[in-house]
């Protein structure tokens, strides 16, 4: 079971590094097509350096989960990742209400699939 956390673990961490990259790199060219319909094609380079500072908050999220594979503690490294998890399953929750439902699917539900993992395992 252990191994299938740390799997869902890395997946929502990358998962976020993809935003990272989404929102930091690629927001007017892969960012107009992840977030079609949510935002005017024409408010994209306006938003821009938004855009990537939100990139860098995933960033931060995916780099306290990639952290939590690494802590050899048993009682800090699952704490640890829940914490992240929560963080993101309830920014997730915040962006679907807000901004686009699709948010609710991409984002939070792996990471509260992963928080029940990680509580049960």
């Known amino acids: 079971m252990e191994l299938?956390?740390?799997?869902?673990?890395?997946?929502?961490?990358?998962?976020?590094?993809y935003f990272l990259y989404i929102e930091?790199?690629?927001w007017e060219t892969k960012g107009k097509k992840a977030f079609?319909?949510?935002l005017?094609?024409?408010?994209?380079?306006?938003?821009?350096t938004l855009a990537a500072?939100?990139?860098?908050?995933?960033?931060?999220?995916?780099?306290g989960l990639i952290w939590s594979l690494f802590i050899r503690d048993?009682?800090?490294?699952?704490n640890i990742a829940l914490f992240f998890l929560i963080c993101i399953v309830i920014a997730g929750l915040y962006g679907g209400f807000t901004a686009?439902?699709?948010?609710i699917y991409i984002q939070a539900l792996p990471a509260f699939?992963?928080?029940?993992?990680?509580?049960?395992g």
Do not use: C, R
Not at 40 to 48: D, I, S, Y
Not at 74 to 78: A, D, G, I, M, T
Not at 100 to 103: N, P
């Open 4 to 17: 299938y956390v740390k799997i869902a673990i890395a997946i929502v961490a990358f998962e976020h590094l």
């Open 24 to 26: 930091m790199f690629a």
């Open 36 to 38: 079609k319909g949510a």
């Open 40 to 48: 005017k094609p024409e408010l994209f380079a306006p938003t821009k």
């Open 53 to 63: 500072n939100q990139g860098l908050y995933n960033g931060f999220l995916a780099a």
């Open 74 to 78: 048993l009682n800090w490294s699952p």
């Open 100 to 103: 686009s439902k699709k948010i």
């Open 113 to 120: 699939i992963t928080l029940i993992l990680v509580l049960i």
